[in-house]
């Protein structure tokens, strides 16, 4: 670990080898993936006895599967005989058979069936034809997984952003679509593209008429937590970077809002906080001050998703919300974007095989829905992103990502020189990776929140 010291990692220094190395990978692959928590499904992808969803992370893979009793277990996605793989994507097994010899294990992973097991005689100890367990969680509707038996249960592991989350109910919100892409640059390059808002002003300068985006970024243990500055939910407003300008109507304002939303990002609106915009033009007028108009928005929405019998998180609070922020990272390669409560968008990004210089990466955008009113969603996956018709902002980051990743193998670059106050869960996240991989658990990586200044003037 000597090259990739945690004290290599400042605040606006993050040495480029942490995305191109393959001596880094093969560090994450050793002492990262078989050690820390990590989305492997959704809890909604398996609801029926026998279902299982296969989550492949390197060279390892996890059958997830769901056991008579409602139970989830996790083994490894490995015969123990020859090493066959045993099953792939998804479906519905009351027992995994492998195709080579036929030795055959229950959902719980155990061994029920070895060929000609007399041939071994005292040789083959029972627990030895057995799928190996993964250690196996719940949280936010997400199955977690984890390879090392003695790591760290997974409540404690996803503080402090469980406790200042955990009010949003994630649990009760729904896929109403679910793509994965591969991306062509290291995971790390497309995460850490999704945990900063620096690039807003740039990368998606069409949303400044309409996003105060000047943001702020916060260490939160192991964890990352990111907000715009000038507001503690939806950072609705002209940006101070844009010449001012009079707004004479602020309904018809947030109307074209909440249609480019709608229309670019196609996630954290759902059709019911749009359909509530066209309540606005009858129970507000052209004079109503915008503050007003925006809190009756927030009002409507939430009647709307009352009166649907999607309901709304009960115990939810502004000051909770605005203490909750508006994107987390969570360590190591799950961000989700919550201040919308009923409509969030979540990723989780991983190397694509034992392959470096690629990512697959899920985008979820989950909705709270009435119960037995949630959409049937087929998971779709796409070797080329440019094949996934995706909405104009994911395109906008995905044409940035290879660029990034061809651009800092160049001679002349050395390490990101990060924003230390918009870009402070970037290096935050390296530095903590670095430590993670050094100690191997962690346990003691967690470090107070840290929440950096905004500088006078900003
Ligand atoms: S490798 Fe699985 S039964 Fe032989
Ligand atoms: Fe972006």
């Given at each position: 670990m000597s090259n990739y010291s945690p004290q290599d990692v400042r605040d606006d220094w993050v040495p480029k080898g942490d995305y191109l190395d393959r001596a880094f990978h093969d560090l994450e692959k050793e002492f990262l993936w078989p050690k820390v928590w990590q989305i492997a499904c959704r809890e909604d992808e398996i609801t029926s006895a026998g279902d299982y969803v296969v989550y492949d992370i390197v060279d390892d893979s996890i059958i997830v599967s769901r056991g008579s009793d409602g139970s989830i277990h996790a083994s490894h996605n490995v015969c123990p005989h020859r090493g066959t793989r045993l099953a792939d994507g998804r479906g519905n097994a009351n027992q995994f058979v492998c195709p080579f010899h036929g030795w055959r294990f229950g959902r719980d992973g155990k061994n029920v069936k070895v060929i000609d097991r007399q041939d071994w005689g005292e040789c083959l100890a029972k627990e030895d034809t057995d799928l190996v367990t993964v250690q196996v969680g719940t949280w936010g509707g997400f199955v977690w997984i984890?390879?090392?038996?003695?790591?760290?249960?997974?409540?404690?592991?996803?503080?402090?952003?469980?406790?200042?989350?955990?009010?949003?109910?994630?649990?009760?919100?729904?896929?109403?679509?679910?793509?994965?892409?591969?991306i062509d640059a290291n995971w790390k390059t497309t995460l850490t593209a999704f945990t900063e808002f620096y690039h807003v002003q740039t990368t998606h300068a069409q949303m400044l008429t309409y996003t105060q985006d000047y943001s702020i970024s916060r260490a939160m243990g192991r964890h990352g937590w990111m907000s715009y500055a000038a507001s503690s939910g939806m950072p609705l407003g002209r940006s101070s970077r844009l010449p001012p300008k009079d707004i004479p109507d602020f309904r018809e304002y947030l109307f074209e809002y909440a249609d480019q939303f709608k229309n670019d990002l196609a996630a954290m609106q759902t059709d019911r906080a749009y359909q509530a915009t066209q309540r606005l033009r009858e129970e507000t007028t052209a004079e109503t001050p915008p503050e007003e108009v925006l809190n009756k928005w927030g009002q409507f929405i939430y009647e709307a998703a009352v009166e649907s019998g999607a309901g709304w998180p009960a115990e939810l609070t502004p000051e909770y919300m605005a203490e909750s922020g508006f994107d987390w990272h969570t360590f190591p390669n799950t961000v989700f974007l919550h201040a919308a409560v009923?409509?969030?968008?979540?990723?989780?990004?991983?190397?694509?095989?034992?392959?470096?210089?690629?990512?697959?990466?899920d985008v979820w955008s989950l909705e709270r829905f009435a119960p037995g009113a949630e959409p049937k969603v087929e998971h779709e996956f796409y070797e080329d992103w440019h094949d996934a018709d995706l909405p104009l902002i994911y395109r906008q980051d995905m044409e940035n990502i290879p660029l990034v990743q061809r651009g800092m193998k160049s001679s002349a670059f050395k390490a990101n020189r990060t924003n230390p106050v918009q870009e402070r869960a970037v290096s935050h996240f390296h530095r903590i990776l670095r430590r993670f991989m050094e100690n191997s658990h962690a346990d003691d990586a967690l470090e107070p929140e840290t929440l950096v200044e905004i500088p006078k003037g900003s």
């Open positions: 984890n390879m090392d038996p003695g790591c760290q249960p997974l409540d404690a592991f996803l503080e402090p952003m469980k406790s200042k989350c955990e009010l949003f109910e994630f649990d009760k919100l729904h896929p109403v679509w679910h793509k994965t892409l591969v009923e409509a969030v968008l979540w990723y989780r990004l991983r190397p694509c095989d034992d392959d470096h210089t690629k990512t697959l990466m």
